[in-house]
């Protein structure tokens, strides 16, 4: 009787393997990230431009242009967001496969803090580059600060474990397993909306 042994991975294949885990954590982590801060830029320019029309009151006592503008420049940059969004892997269809449920938590976790501690160094510079301008452009860095804070918060504490909860669930159903991502979209939008009022 003759015995198997199973090879044991080389170290290369080992790295090669969780860099891969790193890349498509990471990606995900940060689309996610790019659709919440676009959906609050683009929902602040919204805000912004029934203000200049003095349907509603947000913006304060500014004129006409400056809030017009100001609502353009905001939805410009959250339309960004989300088209750079779209073009990452969450838009190329993309998933982790091949990876043990902790794996892709330890991964997600490690990459939406990371993400929001660099989301935070950004809105430090940004917030520093944009002091003295109206006062719906400063609420948008504000929007930036929250999805890093959120980021850095909600989502390694809820959002991740909700969506292995999404991901592991023993249903057959194929759209059940494709729901983490939503799930982290809601709680990250949540956060960021409850830290920015």
């Known amino acids: 009787m003759t015995e198997t042994t199973v090879p044991k991975p080389s170290m290369f294949s080992t790295l090669k393997r969780y860099a891969i885990l790193a890349y498509g954590a990471f990606g995900t982590m940060l689309d996610v990230g790019l659709m919440v801060l676009g959906s609050l830029l683009v929902g602040l320019s919204v805000a912004v431009l029934l203000a200049g029309f003095d349907i509603v009151d947000v913006a304060g006592d500014l004129s006409t242009g400056t809030t017009l503008v100001s609502a353009v420049v905001l939805a410009v940059t959250g ?20 990876f043990s449920l902790w794996e892709v938590g330890i991964g997600r976790t490690l990459a ?5 501690v660099g989301t935070l160094l950004l809105y430090g510079v940004v ?5 003295g301008l109206p006062e719906p452009l400063l609420q948008g860095t504000e929007g930036l600060r929250a999805v890093g804070v959120a980021g850095m918060t909600a989502m390694p504490l809820v959002g991740v474990p909700l969506s292995l909860v999404a991901r592991g669930l023993p249903i057959d159903a194929d ?19 409850r830290i920015l009022t």
Do not use: K, N, Y
């Open 79 to 98: 339309l960004f967001c989300l088209g750079v969004a779209s073009e990452g892997p969450l838009g190329r269809g993309r998933r982790l496969v091949g």
């Open 112 to 116: 939406v803090f990371g993400i929001g």
């Open 127 to 131: 917030g520093g580059l944009l002091e």
């Open 175 to 193: 759209w059940v397993h494709r729901s983490d991502v939503p799930v982290m979209f809601i709680v990250w939008a949540v956060a960021s909306m």
